[in-house]
């Protein structure tokens, strides 16, 4: 069955500084990978998605993911930390009924990785 | 094009009492599913929607029920509410064709069972 972890449940940077947020997958096939934030008392909102081709994608506020298939792994990362950034990250993976034109059509999420930012 | 629409966006309830939560998904999206978020538990889905047919369920008991109309909206039911009923109820649309599976979230409805 797929499954997500999120090893780390809060994470604090200084802003300004360099973020990676883990994420490892349980799944058979090459899987659908997303990520998500949470702002407090809003809903999630995609920041970027994997599904095949190039390894690095990159999406918006200037994050990007790895996928690395040998570790399982789908790592978020930004270069440089800014205060508006502290939220709740969500890795995400695609599973149930794959869609006719690819996908799936429900979401296995992690636990989730909370992050504060400090001036 | 306006996004995902939950309404209420908060409510309070007593244990016994039923709930229904309202989601209007994007134009065109004809996959409304429905996520709980709570502390404990973290994210979890609860069933998903495609023209009106629910395609799929996640493991909660009975009392947690939905629908959706012609129109693409969805509703969700709780009856006979729990305290551990309280939660973020999400929920989110997809084009359910020609798509990638990207959800798109709404702000959630809050609910709260005293």
């Known amino acids: 069955a797929q499954s997500v972890t999120q090893p780390d449940i809060h994470i604090t940077v200084s802003e300004g500084a360099s973020l990676e947020l883990r994420c490892n997958y349980s799944y058979g096939a090459t899987p659908y990978l997303f990520w998500y934030v949470q702002s407090p008392g809003q809903g999630l909102q995609l920041l970027l998605k994997?599904?095949?081709?190039?390894?690095l994608v990159q999406g918006i506020k200037g994050f990007e993911a790895e996928f690395k298939r040998s570790q399982s792994s789908f790592n978020l990362r930004k270069p440089s930390v800014h205060w508006s950034d502290a939220a709740e990250y969500f890795c995400?993976?695609?599973?149930?009924?794959?869609?006719?034109?690819?996908?799936?059509?429900?979401?296995?999420f992690g636990a989730g990785t909370r992050l504060a930012v400090h001036p | 094009k306006a996004g995902v629409t939950q309404t209420p966006r908060y409510l309070i309830k007593t244990r016994g009492q039923q709930v229904t939560l309202s989601c209007s998904p994007i134009?065109?999206?004809?996959?409304v599913s429905w996520y709980q978020q709570t502390p404990g538990q973290g994210l979890q889905f609860l069933f998903e929607?495609?023209?009106?047919?629910?395609?799929n369920k996640g493991n909660f008991p009975g009392r947690f029920s939905g629908r959706q109309f012609s129109n693409s909206r969805s509703e969700m039911n709780v009856s006979t509410l729990e305290l551990g009923d309280s939660a973020l109820y999400l929920c989110a649309s997809m084009t359910g064709e020609r798509n990638t599976g990207e959800l798109f979230f709404g702000e959630g409805s809050r609910l709260t069972v005293l």
């Open positions: 995400a993976v695609g599973a149930g009924i794959p869609m006719f034109s690819g996908g799936y059509n429900k979401l296995i």
């Open positions: 134009s065109g999206h004809r996959s």
């Open positions: 929607y495609f023209s009106e047919t629910q395609r």
């Open positions: 994997y599904f095949s081709g190039d390894t």
